[in-house]
């Protein structure tokens, strides 16, 4: 069963930075495209950024700020770590962070992790 575990959530001052890890393991990691979404509270769930072969993809609100990545898949396709580096964080970027992949193949579906609190205070 393939497993998402977000780290590095906190508490940061507005202006300050934050680095999110999510950990992918647990089957085969047939990578579709993986992202980061938050959700704040009484709001929906929103995109903030995505990364796959072809590139990446950000939310207006985060442009220019906020950077995803991901590791070199391990060589027996069972491991992969995705990151968002966030700079210049704001309080309006206060919200639960969750890591999400889609997959194709032997693991093929969506997971999610657990999510990571992040809270900027002003």
């Known amino acids: 069963q393939v497993q998402l575990v977000e780290s590095g959530g906190g508490l940061v001052q507005t202006g300050g930075s934050l680095r999110l890890s999510c950990a992918a393991s647990?089957?085969?990691?047939?990578?579709?495209?993986m992202g980061w979404y938050r959700q704040a509270p009484g709001k929906q769930r929103e995109l903030v950024a995505t990364i796959r072969s072809g590139g990446t993809n950000y939310a207006d609100s985060v442009k220019g700020r906020f950077t995803i990545s991901r590791d070199t898949i391990s060589s027996d396709n069972r491991k992969n770590t995705m990151y968002l580096q966030m700079n210049s964080l704001k309080p309006e970027d206060t919200a639960v962070y969750y890591c999400?992949?889609?997959?194709?193949?032997?693991?093929?579906?969506?997971?999610w992790g657990q999510g990571t609190q992040v809270t900027v205070s002003s």
């Open positions: 999400h992949a889609n997959l194709w193949g032997e693991s093929r579906g969506d997971y």
């Open positions: 647990g089957g085969i990691l047939n990578i579709n495209v």
